[in-house]
């Protein structure tokens, strides 16, 4: 089990700015309003051998509006969790009421206690003494923007860290949730934890970073990553930090293995949920459509098989999606969400043996050859499938150019019947015999 460091600290006193440039890549949103970071974000860093995982929480303010309570909750959760924290504090505005406080609360947690004087340079060095007062030992001067300091910060961070040993496992399934803004993603991701890891508030918009859990269900692991609601381009001006975060939301498609397109089942499949739905089909990947709030549909007999219709017709360009009706709020079926991830992923990484396939596709074109086109018929000598995730099949032809799209639907329709790709696109491939 890695060590886990906790940063915390006031709000815009470069928090993620400093877990980027120990991470070594954009992990946090960083901006110059304050607050923009809101709920506590992972990212597994190396220093020096040592490996540890590091987590980012909102800053700690004495707001007294329910993000404000939830962010100021989360850290202490943070604290709790964590083997060493690194308290990060501004040299440029000095020891501050809310400073004080927080060492307080540091104190009485009895966890190692690293304090980091960010925005320094050289001419604020005599500045550093008064951080002495906050009674937590020596404070180390650093530039998160810059990286100086950051190193001898580090080597006290991790100073006590225990002999650590590789190991060798399987590699977690990472499982994204995306959707529109106050669908419930976070709401979902709490319980499947079962306590409060991002927060949820009635305001649309409220996860603003693509926050990475590690959860662990029936012994096996998972990485659940929390993206923040994409809403139509109109709607997000070009330089705010919620484009940012929309960006964030599609780099976690494209890393995830498994993605859960949460919708909101009491309302109808909108433009928004077709076009995210969309940018999961052309990424490729293997997905589940989340039908949340579940609790909250007027349900009749025909209230399910409506809904399964609805989605046949509004997300026609991936016909093989597969669904699960659940709710956060109530728990009803939660827990059935990795099952279905896994086998939407399990579908994904399934190969065909070659004979077997060709086996396949000769009785799908002795069943209904494939028209010629000006003057001359598509031949079709054998298919073979070279890769996964998406499955791949390559079709090894006369002339590509003679496959008709319907005739290419055809074929990728017989090999669905035969094999369980329900939840994962395909791709079909055409190689003309001098196209090699």
Known sequence: MKPTVAIVGRPNVGKSTLINRISGRRVAIVDDMPGVTRDKLYADCDWCGKEFTL???????????????????????????????????????????????????????????????????????????????????????????????????????????????????????????????????????????????????????????????????????????????????????????????????????????????????????????????????EEGKPSVVVLNKWDAVEKTAYTADEKTVELKERLAFMSYFTSITVSAATGLRVDKLTAAADAAYANATRRISTGLLNELVG????????????????KIFYVSQPDVCPPLFVFKVNDARLIHFSYERYLENSIRRAFDFSGTPVRLKFVGRGDD
Not at 177 to 201: A, D, F, H, Q, T
Not at 363 to 377: L, S
């Open 55 to 281: 987590i980012d929480t909102g800053g700690i303010d004495d707001g007294a509006d329910s993000i404000s309570v939830s962010v100021k909750r989360q850290a202490m959760d943070a604290v709790e969790l964590s083997d060493v924290v690194i308290f990060v504090t501004d040299v440029k505005q000095g020891v501050l009421s809310g400073d004080r406080d927080i060492a307080e609360v540091l104190r009485k947690s009895k966890k190692p206690i690293v304090l980091a004087v960010n925005k320094g340079d050289a001419a604020s060095r005599d500045n550093v003494y008064d951080f002495y007062s906050l009674g937590l030992g020596e404070p180390y001067l650093i530039s998160a923007a810059h990286g100086s300091g950051v190193g001898d910060m580090l080597d006290a961070v991790c100073a006590d860290f225990p002999a650590q040993t590789s190991e060798e496992g399987e590699k977690p399934l990472s499982i994204a949730l995306v959707g529109k803004p106050n669908v419930g993603k976070s709401s979902l991701v709490n319980r499947l934890l079962g306590y409060e890891r991002s927060i949820v508030s009635d305001v649309a918009g409220t996860t603003r970073d693509a926050i990475d859990t590690p959860i662990t269900v029936n012994g096996k692991d998972y990485i659940l990553i929390d993206t923040a609601g994409m809403r139509r381009k109109r709607e997000i001006e070009s330089k705010s930090v919620e484009r940012y975060s929309v960006v964030r939301a599609i780099a976690a498609i494209k890393r995830a293995d498994v993605v859960l397109i949460v919708m909101d089942a009491s309302q109808p499949v909108t433009e928004q949920d077709e076009k995210i739905a969309g940018l999961v089909h």
């Open 363 to 378: 009785q799908a074109i002795a069943a209904t050859e494939p028209t010629a086109r000006k003057g001359r018929r598509p």
